[in-house]
């Protein structure tokens, strides 16, 4: 019998190899997605084989910018972050939390909601999410299932949930993951994925191979399906070379050393009411970061007379996320592009031990004016007022 | 988290626009666990939303003081008292006897009263600004419930100061002449003096300075509007108190009470985790000296 690799061991497959994995995932009852090419973007989608795989493709990323472009080129995954995060798929845009019928007399039943009443939805497999993004659901973690009270829909999500992390040999414009030691490549993390993959595309068509980490009893299960052979030392250091180099490309670099002290001294920082006069507070980098977990709760009667309440995203740069008494607490863009700043990069370590930034760069990307949080950090370190002298 | 059924067992007007309801769960073993002092439920009037709200008292709470002539009804009910400012909470101030509500909670960090003789190590401060009287009635309570002597009077010095905007205004004036009649020192200042007032016209915080408080191991429990707590803290500071035993009820945005929506975030703080409560002092201080805007 073939060599199969168990919980620990390092493997290789080919691109075959690859698919057969795609396979063996959807054979275990996975719902498999991973990144596809859609509407001229690297997004989440469903995964039926290495054929949907964005084979070939290159984003270029910059502040405010996103370009595709089709290299003809071999590999699969030679493109840096989806231009969606995974968010979505553990913590839906929009839910229903709950729906109750209330009688005329005032009696108020609780339904099951239709979703929760069909079939329960198949756990759901990732493959192709990158470090940063892995590292992410590290942050909300902490928030929804570490809370007192865990978010029951996300833990079933995330609990069931097989994640295959490829990792990055081709690091994006906007991308700083090295600087927040969540990538290119994905060691240890609080909670472990199921596999790490690593492309090896350099070589000949016959070459091209993937490095396979198992890490889960549940990857290695999987696993048992697809041919592969023991990694060899050339692997491995090939594996090294491909991730120093991406190291060595990041787009963008943030300094993190005494950074929530920095951002917390200068809160009536000048670069605030600068920054806000090009912020449109459209919410895009909010929507855009894998770790904001922000959401409004409403309550809507239904013509059917149902009551539903729903959770839907929302941002820290709408005007009513601090609604209080008839007015915003966080009335100016300048609060509340400071508030976005200070909690990703200062507060979120307070409130959960942690960055709240994972320095994939989509905020930058994807904001309509280019507002690029590391050169804003930049700035407020190179102008930082001297210390003792910069607190209000 | 849904929340659980309960039914309003009555409805007591307060004042033009606040209300005190008495609810009872629907059936016991739905019933929400029972809250500490200061601690706040979410409440949902069916098919408005739903809006924080402090426990302004609660049979298990309140048992120790049994006898004195609450407004709860039986085991597991808790009383809230709502300021009629919106949908939700309109919605609630006018939810008659009968009525069905639905209760999450209970959350946050309450004023630990329970933990500790409070009266014995010093003096209790209680500073209210209007409806923020409503997560500082149980305490009180409490603390006159555990520390009377034989003849039912207050052991040590418990301070009552309440500020609002008229006489007609002032919540819970009935439990506020119970408290004085225990031994309680309460003054009740308003900001606008009507025929028939004879109390102290002005700010909370002129109060005071004046009330003879000994800061040496003294605690004080501050809960009304920003500003009020501001610089009542600043003024309890002043006449020489440890700001640290200085606690203030801090509000913002909340729309899940869990930790998990984040519109409750000041600066550091997740306010339905790591308050409503919090001592002022040190970082506190600051963020209440700090403007967001
Ligand atoms: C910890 C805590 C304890 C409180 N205790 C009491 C109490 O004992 N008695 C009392 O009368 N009030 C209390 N409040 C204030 C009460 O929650 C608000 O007055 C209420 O949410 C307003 O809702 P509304 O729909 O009636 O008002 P609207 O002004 O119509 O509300 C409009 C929107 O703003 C939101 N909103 C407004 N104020 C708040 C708020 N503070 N928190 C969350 N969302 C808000 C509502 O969710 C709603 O979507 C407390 C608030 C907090 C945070
Ligand atoms: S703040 Fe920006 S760079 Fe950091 S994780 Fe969010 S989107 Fe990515
Ligand atoms: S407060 Fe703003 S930055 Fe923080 S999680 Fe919410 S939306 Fe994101
Ligand atoms: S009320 Fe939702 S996080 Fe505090």
Redesign the pocket.
Known sequence: MAWSPRAGDLAVVDVAGLDALIMALADASYDVRGPVVRSGAIEPGPLGGVVDLPRGMRDEQAPGRYDLSDTAGGAFFDWSSSARSWKAELFPPEEELWRARQEPGGNVTFLSTPKASRREPLPLAILGLRPCDFAALGVTDRVFAGAAVPDPRYRRRRDTAFMAVVECGSPGGTCFCSSMGTGPGCEGTDAAPDLVLTEIASGTVADHRFLVRVVSDRGAEVMAAVPTRKATEADRSEREAILSRAAARMGRRLVTEGLPELLLANLDHERWSEVARRCLACGNCTSACPTCFCADVRDTTELSGQVVRRRRWASCFDREHS????GAVRASTSSRYRQWMTHKLATWWDQFGQSGCVGCGRCITWCPVGIDITEEAAALRGAALPAGGGAA | MDPALYRVVANRRETSDVSSLTLAPLKAEMAVAPPRHGQ?NMLTAFGV?E????V?RSSRLSGRDSGQGLHTAGAGSIV????D??????ALCVASAGSLVGVRGPF?QGWGAEDGDWLAEGDVVVVAGG?GL??LRSVVDDLAGRSTDASGRLRGRLFVIAGAREQAQVIFADDLARWAALGAIVSVTVDVSTPGWTGHVGLVTAQIAPAGIDPGGARALVCGPEIMMRFTAAALEKLGMDPSRIFV?L?????CGLGWCG??QLGPLI?CRDG?IVAYGGAVTHLMRERER
């Open positions: 609604y209080l008494h008839g | 706040f939303g809006a924080a709200i402090s302004s809230h008292t709502i300021r400012v919106g949908a939700v909470t309109h946050g409806i409503a997560p009820s509000e913002r945005n909340m729309q519109h409750c306010l409503p």
